[in-house]
């Protein structure tokens, strides 16, 4: 893989971070991710290939083995990766890949191989990996939206515990939070009471 042209990453970023398009009744309209890369989007065993193609593709020798970039190609990982992508869509990200690189024979990887590389990517950025395989689908992968971080967190003030409890038929799932005040004993408590009926 080459490093990422500043002025070709620009336009990218500036083109993909636009919603998909989505046939309507007035012509083309705009529709946003309804997913994002924390949800689990891309397998293991993907990630695994994928660090073989990272090897077998030369793109350590521009992006380096800690995909931290080197003086011929961008990071792969963090701040400088994220201002890029930031935003933007997988499916962004995939044409960027297939349609560039490697630098000396681009659009010569197959899809698979492509997303193979986009889940080593997600997985060196620690994103959480699921039980589903990354789609070669560009639908699919336009509508996963790529934050550098997780839009669930929880602010470092604040914990979450969840505990089950069975009465009867019925599952009481007590989902608390605590807020931790500007002393140990200052703490705030929120409780969402869920209940479902054994069937």
Known sequence: MHRLLIAAAAASTIAVALPALKEGNNGPVRVAPTHNVWEGVYADSQAAAGALQF????????????LKGTD?????VGDEFFGDFEGSTLGALYDQIHDQMP????????????VELIAFILSKNHFPSGNTALSTDTTRLNDIKMLQHNPNALPSNMTRTVDTV??????????TIYIRGKTPTDTMRLEDLKIFHKH
């Open 55 to 66: 090897t077998s593709n030369g793109c350590i020798k521009c992006h380096g083995m800690d």
């Open 103 to 114: 630098p000396t024979r681009p659009k010569s990887l197959a899809p698979g191989n492509v």
């Open 166 to 175: 069975r009465i009867g038929d019925t599952l009481r799932v007590i989902e």
């Open 72 to 76: 011929d190609g961008a990071a792969l």
